[in-house]
């Protein structure tokens, strides 16, 4: 999404070499998508869930005032 439109940023981060922010971010599995610092999932998700979580993660503000991460689990695949 960041590559298609300039609204959207992502960073990457190497949680190895910044332990700081993969304890920070609780990193246990990777990829742990941070979504405005209130919407977090691990693992691979299915695209339709990952936007899903994106619009949620906007529709409610900049984050500026989160107070909490709401974690997303992936569905189960059947």
């Known amino acids: 999404m960041a590559l ?3 609204r959207v940023r992502s960073t990457c ?3 190895q070499e910044f332990p700081e922010l ?3 971010y609780e990193v246990s ?3 742990k998508i ?3 610092e209130r919407i977090e999932f691990m693992g691979a998700v299915p695209e339709p869930m ?3 979580a994106v ?3 906007v529709s409610e503000g900049d984050g500026a ?3 909490g991460i709401e974690e997303i689990e992936p569905a189960a695949e059947g």
């Open 13 to 15: 981060v190497e949680a």
């Open 29 to 31: 599995a990777v990829p």
């Open 50 to 52: 990952f936007l899903e």
């Open 34 to 36: 941070v979504l405005n």
């Open 4 to 6: 298609a439109t300039p």
């Open 65 to 67: 005032e989160a107070t």
């Open 22 to 24: 993969a304890q920070r």
């Open 55 to 57: 619009l949620a993660a």
